[in-house]
C-alpha cells in the first residue's frame, strides 16, 4: 500500500493530472503533448500550461526541497505533485485555494520557500513571463549611418522626449517599468540603445526601412556590447542569420576591421545578406556553410568569436507558438541542443589560436544549455581560457547571473524577462590567457555532428547537402586525382610489360636466330651465342628497371607474372610444336642465367633457368623462363 497521505479532501484532478505528467515527461522521456491527450481533462489548456511551467522549475525545484527539507520532512508528500502544487504557490496562481491534505503540507512551508526562493533569485523568472512583462520597443542605432546624437535628435523632432540619464540600474529600471508616451530614454549599459513605450511602432519608420535603425531587444545587444571589438579587428561570428549580433559588429567596428559572418541556412543565409545591405556592414564577409568546414588555419588570425547556437528561444517574450511545447522543449530536444551547442563552443576554444575573447550566448533560460554547455567546455580548457565576471564588466549594475551551483558560479549573466524588461538571455564571455598553450581538442564523428544539426536546425537534407557541396567537392577532385594517378601507373607498368615482352621476343628471336645459324657448330659455340642473347636479354631488363621506382604495387609483379605466364605458355606451345616435328635430333642444354634484383621493389625476380634449351640439331632451339619472386 501507498505511503501516502489517507485524506477525505481530495487533490483537485489537474494537480494529480500534471504530476503523473510531468513524472513521466521527466522520467521516461515521453511526448509532453500526447500525455496530455492521453488524459482526456477538459481542462488541457490549463494542465499544459501548469506542466510546462513545471518542468521549467524542475532544477529551482530541486534546490528548494534541498532548502526547506520539505521532502525529508514530509515523506508521504509525492515529491511530483509538490512540484506542481509549488510552481502553482510561487509562480502561477500564487495560491492554493483547496484544503486537501498535501496542498495544507505546502502550503506549511509556503513563506520557506518564498524565502529560499528569494535567496535563491528564482522569483518570477521562469514563469509566465508572456504574460505579465510589458517590454519596452528597443530600437538599436546604426552607428555606420548616423550617431546616436543625430538618432535623439531625429526623435525629438517628432515630438518624443528624452529622459534624463539614470545612475543606477534600479533607478533606470524604475523608469523603463514606467515609460510611456512620448518619453523614451537611453539604455544604461549599451548607449546606441534607446526604449521607447512598448505599443510603439516602428515597422513604418522611415529610419527603419532604410537601415539607420534595427529593431533589435535589449537583451541580444548585450553580447556584442560584452565582445566589444576594437577598431581595425577581425572578427568571427560563428552563427550569423539574421545578423542582429553581426551589423552591431561592423557598427562598433565602424566597418574599420574584418567580420566573417558565417550562416549554414540558405534561407537565412539570404536575410542575412538584405539585413547587410540595408545597414551597410560593408566590412561583412558572409559565408554560407557550417562553421566547422571552415579551415581554422585560413582563420588563424580571428581575434573575437561570436558564438550564438541555435537553442531552444525560450527566453524570448514574443516567440510565436513552438510546434509541441511553446517555451519548454522536451528533455531530449534539451539534451541535443546541448550536445550541439558544445560542440559549436568547444570549436571556438580550441581552434583560433589568436582568439582573445569568445562570447558566448543564447536566449533561452534553461541551464542546460547555458551553465551546463560553459562547464562542461571549461572543464576541457583548462587554464587557457577564463570567464570574466560579467558584474565587473558591466560595472556592478547588473543583477541577475548564472546559478553559484555550477563551477562557472556567478560570472555569466542572465537577462530575465520580468527583471530587466527584455527577452531572457545568457551571455558567457571567454577570455585567453596566452600564458597557457592552447590543449588540442579532437571534435568527434562528423555522422554525430550531422545528427545534431539536423535535429537541432531542421535544416532540409537538401540545403545541408548544399553546405556540404564544398567538401565533397574536394573529396571528388581527391579520388581523381588518386584515380589519375593509378591510371598513369597502369600505363607504366604496362609499358614496361611490353619492353618485357619485346625484350623476350628479342630474346627469342636471336636465340632462334642463333640457332638457325649453330646447326653444325659445337657445343662450345653454342653456349657462346646464348650469352649473347643473355646478355641481350639483361639489357633490356635494364631499361625496365629503369622505370622501377614507379613499380611500387604488388600489382605490377602480378602484371609481370601474368605476361610471363604467358610467354611461358607461347614457349611451350612452340616447343611442343618443335618437339613433335623434330623429335628425333634433339639435345639438352641447360644454362644458369644470372639473378636479377630489383632492389628498390625489395623484390628479387630470378632467372632460375633456361632449363632445356633444346637445339634441335641445325634447325630450332628452345627454351622456358622459370621465374621465383622473393619478397
Ligand atoms: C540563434 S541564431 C543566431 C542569431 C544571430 N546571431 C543574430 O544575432 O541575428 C542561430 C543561427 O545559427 C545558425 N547555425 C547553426 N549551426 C550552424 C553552423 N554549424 N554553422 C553556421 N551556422 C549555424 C542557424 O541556422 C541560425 O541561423
Known sequence: MSNEFVHSVTVPRIYKITADIVRRVREDGASLKTLIYEKKHPNVAGIYGLAVNTLQALPQLDQLFDKTQILTEQPRLNPWLARVLITELLWRKRCLKNRSKPVLTVLAYENKLREESINLGYIETFVDHKDKVKRPRYVRVNTLLLTVEEAISFFQQDGWQLLPKSTTYSSYLQSLSQ???????????????????????????????????????????????????????????????????????????????????????????????????????????????????????????????????????????????????????????????????????????????????????????????????????????????????????????????????????????????????????????????????????????????????????????????????????????????????????????????????????????????????????SKKEEFEKIDVCNDSFNFNYKVLNESKDIQKETLDVMEMKKSRKKRKSKHENIFQELIMTKKEQTKEIEIELPKIKKKKENKEIKIDKIQQVEIESGKNCNWTIKEEEKK
Open 179 to 521: 515609460l510611456s508616451k512620448p518619453y523614451f530614454i537611453q539604455d544604461l549599459h549599451i548607449p546606441e540603445i534607446l526604449a521607447f513605450p512598448s505599443s510603439t511602432i516602428f515597422h513604418d519608420h522611415s529610419g527603419y526601412r532604410d537601415g539607420k535603425l534595427i529593431l533589435q531587444d535589449k537583451a541580444s545587444s548585450l553580447p556584442v556590447h560584452l565582445l566589444n571589438p576594437i577598431s581595425g579587428s577581425t572578427v568571427l561570428d560563428m552563427c550569423a542569420a539574421p545578423g542582429m549580433k553581426t551589423t552591431h559588429v561592423a557598427a562598433k567596428l565602424q566597418n574599420n576591421g574584418k567580420v566573417y559572418a558565417v550562416e549554414i541556412d540558405a534561407k537565412r543565409f539570404k536575410i542575412l545578406i538584405t539585413q547587410l545591405e540595408k545597414t551597410h556592414a560593408l566590412c561583412v564577409e558572409p559565408l554560407n556553410q557550417d562553421v566547422l568546414t571552415l579551415d581554422p588555419k585560413l582563420y588563424s588570425y580571428v581575434e573575437y568569436i561570436l558564438v550564438d547556437p541555435t537553442c531552444s528561444g525560450s527566453g524570448i517574450i514574443d516567440r510565436p507558438k513552438q510546434s509541441d511545447m511553446d517555451g519548454m522543449p522536451e528533455p531530449k530536444r534539451l539534451k541535443n541542443l546541448q550536445s550541439f551547442q558544445v560542440y559549436l563552443l568547444r570549436y571556438a576554444l580550441f581552434n583560433f589560436p589568436n582568439a582573445k575573447r569568445i562570447i558566448y550566448s543564447t536566449c533561452s533560460l534553461h541551464p542546460e544549455e547555458n551553465e551546463e554547455v560553459v562547464d562542461e567546455v571549461l572543464a576541457n580548457v583548462g587554464n587557457a581560457y577564463r570567464l570574466l565576471p560579467v558584474r565587473q564588466l558591466l560595472k556592478n549594475n547588473w543583477t541577475n547571473f548564472s546559478s553559484k551551483k555550477y563551477n562557472c558560479g556567478d560570472l555569466c549573466l542572465y537577462s530575465k524577462p520580468n527583471d530587466d524588461f527584455c527577452n531572457g538571455f545568457f551571455v558567457a564571455v571567454f577570455e585567453r590567457n596566452f600564458d597557457v598553450i592552447l590543449p588540442k581538442c579532437k571534435l568527434k564523428g562528423g555522422n554525430e555532428y550531422m545528427n545534431l544539426i539536423e535535429t537541432n536546425l531542421n535544416i532540409k537534407k537538401d540545403d545541408m547537402a548544399k553546405t556540404f557541396a564544398h567538401q565533397q567537392e574536394k573529396c571528388e577532385k581527391k579520388k581523381k586525382k588518386k584515380k589519375k594517378k593509378k591510371k598513369e601507373e597502369k600505363e607504366i607498368i604496362s609499358m614496361n610489360n611490353e619492353q618485357m615482352k619485346i625484350s623476350a621476343d628479342i630474346v627469342e628471336f636471336k636465340v632462334l636466330d642463333v640457332d638457325s645459324k649453330i646447326k653444325a657448330k
